[in-house]
């Protein structure tokens, strides 16, 4: 059996999943899709310095762990 797929609007489907833009929800969600990014922009930031996990925490001043 095959079924149709309705293909929605992103921001439709934000508001579906999550609320309104102000809910605790969707400001939760948007505030961990912040996050998110910013951690897989530093993380192709430092492989194009061809930096280490380790050698960015030491400029840091913070640990591997924390990186």
């Known amino acids: 059996m095959t079924s149709k797929a309705k293909i929605v609007d992103f921001d439709d489907h934000l508001i579906n999943e999550y609320g309104e833009k102000g809910t605790e929800r969707r400001e939760a969600f948007e505030e961990g899709f ?5 951690g897989a922009m530093l993380q192709e930031l430092r492989k194009n310095q061809g930096m280490t996990q380790e050698q960015l925490a030491q400029k840091c001043g913070t640990t591997k762990t924390y990186i």
């Open 34 to 38: 912040e996050a998110f990014k910013l």
